[in-house]
């Protein structure tokens, strides 16, 4: 929140309370927000030792699904190729 645009992962990236293994984010491929991500060279997510792994697993299949149109190789880079700062008291 001291962030000016500064959002919580699980509101930004539409992360589902419910997770499991198989867990996505549920931004479709045509969405705005699909759109931000894909245009974005950052992601910051803050106090990330606090989240459950399945939440940064879901993000990372999101991602890989999201780049996959502007880079067919994004699919086998980590987070969709996009460069994710994790940070936080580990």
């Known amino acids: 929140m001291l962030l ?3 959002r919580t992962a699980h509101s930004r990236f539409k992360i589902p309370i419910d ?5 996505t984010c549920m931004i479709a ?3 705005i927000l699909a759109l931000l991500i894909q245009q974005v060279d950052l ?3 803050d ?3 606090m989240v459950h792994r399945h939440a940064f697993e ?3 299949r999101s991602l890989r699904d999201l780049m996959r149109p502007m880079n067919p190789e994004a699919e086998q880079l980590p987070f969709g190729g996009k460069v994710v700062v ?3 008291d580990f």
């Open 4 to 6: 000016e645009g500064g």
């Open 19 to 23: 997770l499991h293994e198989q867990s």
């Open 29 to 31: 491929p045509r969405m």
């Open 43 to 45: 992601i910051i997510w």
């Open 47 to 49: 106090e990330a030792p």
């Open 58 to 60: 879901a993000m990372d």
């Open 86 to 88: 994790f940070g936080g």
